[in-house]
């Protein structure tokens, strides 16, 4: 096959190089288009349109593919745990017992938030949404660690790593105790990172840390299925505020707001609402289906469809098998996960649906879960970002590392043409 793409317009012949990326997927590269044609290219959504070439998270959403670093989802999450994965998606590799060791270590010494970041804290109605707080918090984080990150240093760009892995738990935790009312504790360095942060988000004041191995199995399972998702609306935004050489945090802080969106990691907090709302009206599964495939109705099937999945998410199947797993061994039973697998078949076998290739995706079921670990659903889209902050950082490392240009999409302007200034007094 031609490793080049022909394109001719005007009468005019012009060839483009296509590359190759290492599972075979092919691209036009077309850096050099409007200096040859004058024209640039058009794509709302982006949908067809690839930002760059990245090697830290392969999909195949005709396959439902997800392998981090090479690694399949599958085994990940069933014999590695979060912080191991975390080391993988940011450095490329497995960390070895003494790499992950050192890892934990540099970044229980981080640990600490300075005290006056509870001052902006207080200034938030308890109303406030957790994910507003928390982008809020992490862009704050800046004036306390005002070093931006100078990434020609590798030490400079693991400490500031290594920061952010070690204080963003704190802030999940705080947000959270924010809310509910409770004193803002800080970890234990005798736990284990995903131990831990069970522990700042649920010690009450006058107990005594019980240990809850089902739930920080959970938490620690679905952490790793959050953990990265390639060039996604969040990480693309990291990756555009990366670019202009906006330090890591203040990246970050923009990733939040991304995510923020309900078509995006604000799903799983709207498919808990909209499971509770079929619930509400009797469990009409029907009504709901018929709403989201009326064109006049706003209503979406929260937690389906995916812009890349034309096939199972697998985060989803294995998120409904724990989901399965984590009410049984709590002793739980949930009749929002009857409505949701309900909702499921349906959906599985209505044409709307299946024509349009729309199945459950991450979000749908990891709301039962959270639920069931005592996590509030505003906080729902928090855990997600929880999950999601190493692929953001290893992401924005790599458009770092690999010196990106800074992001200036072009378009296609559809305004007035040059018109004649008119005075106030003849308007
Ligand atoms: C995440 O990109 C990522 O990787 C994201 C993510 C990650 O890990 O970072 O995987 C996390 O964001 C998962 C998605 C969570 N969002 C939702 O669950 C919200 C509900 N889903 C949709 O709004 C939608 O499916 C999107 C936003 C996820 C994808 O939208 P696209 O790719 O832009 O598809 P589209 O809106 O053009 O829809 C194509 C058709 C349309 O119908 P037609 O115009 O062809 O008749 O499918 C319909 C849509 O109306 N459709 C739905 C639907 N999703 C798409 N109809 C009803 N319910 C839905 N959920």
């Known amino acids: 096959m031609s490793d080049k793409a022909i394109l001719e317009y005007g009468g005019k012949r012009y060839e483009f190089p296509v590359i190759k990326g290492t599972e075979d997927e092919l691209a036009i590269d077309i850096k050099a288009l409007r200096a040859e ?5 058009i794509d709302p959504g982006y949908k067809n349109t690839g930002s760059c070439e990245s090697a830290v998270t392969f999909l195949d959403g005709e396959k439902g593919i997800l392998r981090y670093r090479g690694y399949s989802i599958e085994e990940l999450a069933e014999k590695a745990d979060f912080l191991e994965v975390a080391y993988l ?11 992950l060791a050192k890892f934990h270590n540099d970044i229980k010494e981080e640990s600490q938030v300075d005290e006056e970041m509870k001052k902006i804290l207080d200034g ?24 931006s990150v100078d990434v020609s240093s590798e030490t400079a760009m693991y400490n500031s790593i290594v920061r952010i892995l070690a204080k963003f738990p704190v802030l999940v935790a705080w947000t959270l105790r924010k809310k509910k009312g409770l004193p803002l504790d800080y970890g234990d360095d005798s736990l284990g990172y995903v131990e831990n942060i069970h522990k700042m988000m649920f010690k009450r004041p006058n107990q005594d840390y019980k240990k809850d191995p089902i739930a920080i199995d959970a938490l620690d399972k679905l952490l790793i299925l959050h953990a990265d998702h390639e060039q996604n609306c969040s990480t693309s935004t990291v990756r555009i505020v990366g670019s202009s050489h906006a330090g890591l945090f203040a990246s970050l802080s923009a990733g939040i707001s991304a995510l923020w969106g309900p078509l995006h990691g604000g799903a799983n907090q709207a498919v808990l609402e909209m499971l509770e709302a079929i619930e509400a009206d009797g469990g009409d599964t029907k009504k709901y289906m018929a709403k989201a495939k009326d064109k006049d109705d706003p209503f979406r099937l929260m937690g389906f469809g995916h812009r890349v999945y034309k096939n199972f998410d697998p985060r989803a199947k294995i998120i409904k098998k724990a989901a399965d797993d984590v009410l049984g061994n709590l002793g739980i039973q949930d009749p929002i996960l009857d409505i949701a697998k309900g909702l499921e078949k349906e959906a599985l076998e209505d044409p709307y649906f299946v024509d349009r290739k729309l199945y459950p995706n991450v979000d749908f079921y990891s709301g039962i879960i959270y639920r069931a670990l005592g996590i509030p659903t505003e906080m729902f889209t928090v855990m997600f970002a929880l999950g999601r902050l190493p692929g953001w950082i290893a992401q924005w490392r790599e458009m770092r590392l690999r010196k990106e240009p800074i992001g200036r999409p072009r378009q296609v302007y559809i305004g007035e043409n040059l018109r004649s200034f008119v005075p106030l007094e003849k308007r």
Request: aromatic share 8%; charged share 10%.
């Open 89 to 99: 998606l940011i450095f490329g590799e497995l960390p070895n017992k003494a790499q």
């Open 124 to 147: 938030f109605p308890k109303s406030a949404h957790p994910m507003g707080v928390l982008s809020s918090l992490t862009s704050a984080l800046v004036a306390f660690n005002p070093t």
């Open 37 to 41: 044609t004058g024209m640039v290219t």
